[in-house]
């Protein structure tokens, strides 16, 4: 079982915050996964770096309505339900066939649908939860 990095950010300006969001390569990230790997890079970083007091260390799921930002993840997420808000502010949700050639395609009223990733503002999965 590996895991993937998805995104990193350094947070605040005088009590630093560095948070990690981690995936399970099979898309099941679970408490436990996150608690080891919390564990094991707080070990990893205090043993390298003597500055690592000086911040907190976060490490999460992105959630289940994550932004979709990467190829990677777009093709990590093939068959499963996406919302969409194109630049023209058009929303659209459908399940993922593909993504290649920087272009989206996605079964939306039952039919398939291109989208150039060019036009979208925001890509996020959609787990129905409100």
Avoid: H
């Avoid at 907190?56 to 919302?83: A, C, H, Q, W, Y």
């Avoid at 060019?118 to 890509?123: C, G, H, K, V």
Wanted: net charge negative.
């Amino acid at each position: 079982m590996g895991y993937f990095l998805l995104a990193a950010e350094l947070v605040g300006m005088k009590n630093k915050t560095l948070c990690l969001y981690f995936e399970r390569n099979d898309g099941n990230i679970t408490i436990k996964d996150l608690s080891y790997l919390s564990r094991f890079l707080r070990d990893a970083i205090e043993v390298e770096f003597e500055e690592s007091r000086n911040w907190d260390l976060e490490v999460s799921s992105p959630g289940v309505d994550r932004e979709i930002k990467t190829e990677r993840e777009r093709k990590f997420f093939v068959n499963k339900e996406l919302r969409i808000v194109l630049k023209n502010g058009k929303v659209m949700e459908g399940k993922l066939l593909d993504s290649k050639d920087g272009e989206i395609i996605i079964e939306f009223n039952s039919e398939k649908q291109v989208i150039d990733l060019n036009d979208t503002a925001r890509i996020n999965l959609n787990s129905g939860l409100k």
